[in-house]
């Protein structure tokens, strides 16, 4: 097996990535920009997006980083329109564009046509957290995407298994349909509880941080598979478990928790960069078998069923956002809040992304009676242009339109005036508890290495404070900002010494690496003192 083609593809995708942190654009928008036009560079290798590769490999982590980093509580809280967008919106989307697209595009079959729907209905995890991340959307619309986004692709991937059967010829009902469903979902959450509590309580009993973090790489894996093995979503398993064990990870090691946040942000920024360029470098291939529909007719058809898909989420948003509301008093008074701006801005996040091309070349090339499946090849080209259609015109205009209609973003101040709050409440009840200790004769210290740990409590609660308080007028840095380049400088001129020291042969390497190794952790506590 040749590696170049995978090494050039994950470092030109993670240097683009780089890039796009320095430029207006997001990175899923112009990670698919360069795929598109590297597709047709000479030279450039032909990358083949393999479902058997994606769904079980690539879309575990993804989902695991994701659930990791949202909130548990949050999600709770907006269970109502999180599960109306995530299963009620795909069905909804898979049953109306299918039917749509059956009736816009001849000789597409109904089963085809719906295999189509259920194909484009999920907007993608990955695009909808990085982009509303970008643009600073209000913290509810950001919790709702993340949680439609985290749930909808075990709705479609349902949805696609049923319509694949009816397409195939393998037969499918109503009935079937709802029982798969029911299994899926039902079965994947049920996976996910089992393997929850003992995967924690593995995580919070290991000793040794490597063992942790290995592990922790090998949970969305293993709920995942373990889901699949039965018939359930592997999808809801590993969300399930993430989302437990993001919401106790303050039950683990530290050091554990340092090293698994280092890893999984590198894996995070490793997959999500290469399956964007993935999206672009697929045009060759999809194109490829389009011989049977001129580029005028696959063209339109094109346009129609990315205009479909849009109005679509629309045409769901509002009555499932005031519907409720209109219902019961209750909701009403709980979102008082809401107003038609919210519904917008969820209506237009909806990008499709990676698992939608996934799925779509799973699609099989012959029917159970060994003919061709009808028309698989303009499915397959319908997503990829919906896929890019949303990402490009949707992602690029969203920034736009949260400016326009002049949504209220995270209030900064107060958000940090409620975190000084919390920190002083906890910093009294460390001191409460280093007095209790401290009254026991077993404990006794030093006074300089008592004062400095007085000293520690007390930075750590004044830090905050600070950040509300004026800049320096000479440096315009604030005194977090000082703090924080005093200290580095400190420990560079410590860390010196040490390689100093080892250069001259005072010191063998091993103790070089041990005083360097609490150097950085000294710095790295004194910047997330800061930075958090």
């Given at each position: 097996?040749?590696?170049?083609?995978?090494?050039?593809?994950?470092?030109?995708?993670?240097?683009?990535?780089?890039?796009?942190?320095?430029?207006?654009?997001?990175?899923?928008?112009?990670?698919?920009?360069?795929?598109?036009?590297?597709?047709y560079v000479p030279g450039v290798p032909h990358y083949t997006l393999d479902p058997h590769i994606v769904l079980p490999l690539v879309l575990p982590p993804l989902l695991h980083t994701a659930a990791l980093e949202s909130s548990y509580l949050d999600l709770r809280a907006n269970v109502r329109p999180v599960a109306?967008?995530?299963?009620?919106?795909?069905?909804?989307?898979?049953?109306?564009?299918?039917?749509?697209?059956?009736?816009?595009?001849?000789?597409?079959?109904?089963?085809?046509?719906?295999?189509?729907?259920?194909?484009?209905?999920?907007?993608?995890?990955?695009?909808?957290?990085?982009?509303?991340?970008?643009?600073?959307?209000?913290?509810?619309?950001?919790?709702?995407?993340?949680?439609?986004?985290?749930?909808?692709?075990?709705?479609?991937?349902?949805?696609?298994?049923?319509?694949?059967?009816?397409?195939?010829?393998?037969?499918?009902?109503?009935?079937?349909?709802?029982?798969?469903?029911?299994?899926?979902?039902?079965?994947?959450?049920?996976?996910?509880?089992?393997?929850?509590?003992?995967?924690?309580?593995?995580?919070?009993?290991?000793?040794?941080?490597?063992?942790?973090?290995?592990?922790?790489?090998?949970?969305?894996?293993?709920?995942?598979?373990?889901?699949?093995?039965?018939?359930?979503?592997?999808?809801?398993?590993?969300?399930?478990?993430?989302?437990?064990?993001?919401?106790?990870?303050?039950?683990?090691?530290?050091?554990?928790?340092?090293?698994?946040?280092?890893?999984?942000?590198?894996?995070?920024?490793?997959?999500?960069?290469?399956?964007?360029?993935?999206?672009?470098?697929?045009?060759?291939?999809?194109?490829?078998?389009?011989?049977?529909?001129?580029?005028?007719?696959?063209?339109?058809?094109?346009?129609?069923?990315?205009?479909?898909?849009?109005?679509?989420?629309?045409?769901?948003?509002?009555?499932?956002?005031?519907?409720?509301?209109?219902?019961?008093?209750?909701?009403?008074?709980?979102?008082?809040?809401?107003?038609?701006?919210?519904?917008?801005?969820?209506?237009?996040?909806?990008?499709?992304?990676?698992?939608?091309?996934?799925?779509?070349?799973?699609?099989?090339?012959?029917?159970?009676?060994?003919?061709?499946?009808?028309?698989?090849?303009?499915?397959?080209?319908?997503?990829?242009?919906?896929?890019?259609?949303?990402?490009?015109?949707?992602?690029?205009?969203?920034?736009?339109?949260?400016?326009?209609?002049?949504?209220?973003?995270?209030?900064?101040?107060?958000?940090?005036l409620v975190e000084a709050q919390a920190q002083t409440l906890a910093s009294q009840a460390a001191e409460a508890r280093i007095d209790e200790l401290m009254a026991d004769r077993r404990n006794c210290l030093p006074q300089p290495l008592e004062d400095r740990l007085r000293t520690v409590l007390e930075r750590r609660?004044?830090?905050?404070?600070?950040?509300?308080?004026?800049?320096?007028?000479?440096?315009?840095?604030?005194?977090?900002?000082?703090?924080?380049?005093?200290?580095?400088?400190?420990?560079?001129?410590?860390?010196?010494?040490?390689?100093?020291?080892?250069?001259?042969?005072?010191?063998?390497?091993?103790?070089?690496?041990?005083?360097?190794?609490?150097?950085?952790?000294?710095?790295?506590?004194?910047?997330?003192?800061?930075?958090?």
């Amino acid at each position: 097996m040749d590696v170049l083609p995978l090494v050039g593809l994950i470092a030109g995708s993670a240097a683009v990535a780089g890039a796009a942190r320095r430029t207006p654009v997001s990175a899923p928008l112009l990670l698919v920009a360069v795929g598109l036009g590297a597709s047709y560079v000479p030279g450039v290798p032909h990358y083949t997006l393999d479902p058997h590769i994606v769904l079980p490999l690539v879309l575990p982590p993804l989902l695991h980083t994701a659930a990791l980093e949202s909130s548990y509580l949050d999600l709770r809280a907006n269970v109502r329109p999180v599960a109306l967008l995530s299963v009620g919106y795909v069905l909804f989307a898979t049953v109306t564009v299918g039917w749509l697209a059956y009736e816009l595009i001849p000789d597409l079959p109904l089963t085809a046509a719906l295999v189509l729907g259920a194909v484009v209905a999920p907007p993608d995890a990955v695009a909808a957290t990085a982009i509303a991340r970008r643009v600073g959307l209000p913290a509810r619309i950001t919790t709702i995407l993340q949680g439609e986004s985290l749930v909808n692709d075990a709705t479609a991937i349902t949805a696609y298994k049923v319509a694949l059967a009816a397409a195939v010829g393998a037969g499918a009902s109503w009935a079937g349909g709802i029982r798969e469903f029911l299994v899926a979902s039902v079965g994947g959450v049920g996976v996910g509880l089992v393997l929850m509590v003992p995967l924690h309580w593995l995580r919070t009993h290991l000793r040794e941080a490597v063992l942790q973090n290995t592990l922790s790489l090998l949970i969305p894996f293993v709920a995942y598979a373990a889901a699949e093995q039965v018939g359930a979503s592997g999808v809801l398993a590993v969300v399930t478990v993430a989302l437990y064990l993001g919401h106790r990870s303050w039950q683990v090691d530290f050091e554990t928790r340092l090293q698994e946040a280092a890893v999984w942000k590198v894996v995070a920024f490793i997959l999500e960069s290469t399956v964007f360029a993935l999206i672009g470098l697929q045009l060759p291939v999809v194109l490829k078998n389009l011989g049977e529909y001129t580029v005028g007719e696959s063209l339109g058809y094109a346009l129609a069923v990315f205009v479909l898909v849009v109005l679509m989420r629309f045409v769901w948003s509002y009555p499932a956002t005031y519907l409720p509301l209109c219902l019961s008093s209750r909701i009403r008074e709980r979102e008082r809040d809401t107003d038609w701006r919210r519904p917008l801005i969820v209506s237009w996040a909806g990008m499709r992304g990676v698992v939608s091309l996934a799925i779509a070349f799973s699609i099989p090339l012959v029917l159970d009676d060994g003919s061709p499946f009808p028309s698989r090849s303009l499915v397959l080209f319908l997503t990829f242009t919906t896929v890019i259609g949303t990402l490009v015109v949707q992602g690029l205009s969203l920034p736009w339109l949260i400016k326009i209609l002049k949504l209220p973003g995270r209030d900064a101040k107060a958000e940090t005036l409620v975190e000084a709050q919390a920190q002083t409440l906890a910093s009294q009840a460390a001191e409460a508890r280093i007095d209790e200790l401290m009254a026991d004769r077993r404990n006794c210290l030093p006074q300089p290495l008592e004062d400095r740990l007085r000293t520690v409590l007390e930075r750590r609660r004044n830090s905050v404070w600070e950040r509300l308080g004026q800049t320096n007028p000479i440096t315009g840095e604030s005194a977090d900002d000082t703090y924080r380049r005093l200290t580095r400088e400190a420990i560079a001129a410590e860390r010196e010494v040490f390689v100093r020291m080892r250069d001259e042969r005072r010191i063998d390497d091993e103790m070089m690496r041990t005083l360097l190794r609490k150097l950085d952790l000294e710095e790295a506590a004194a910047s997330r003192e800061v930075d958090e």
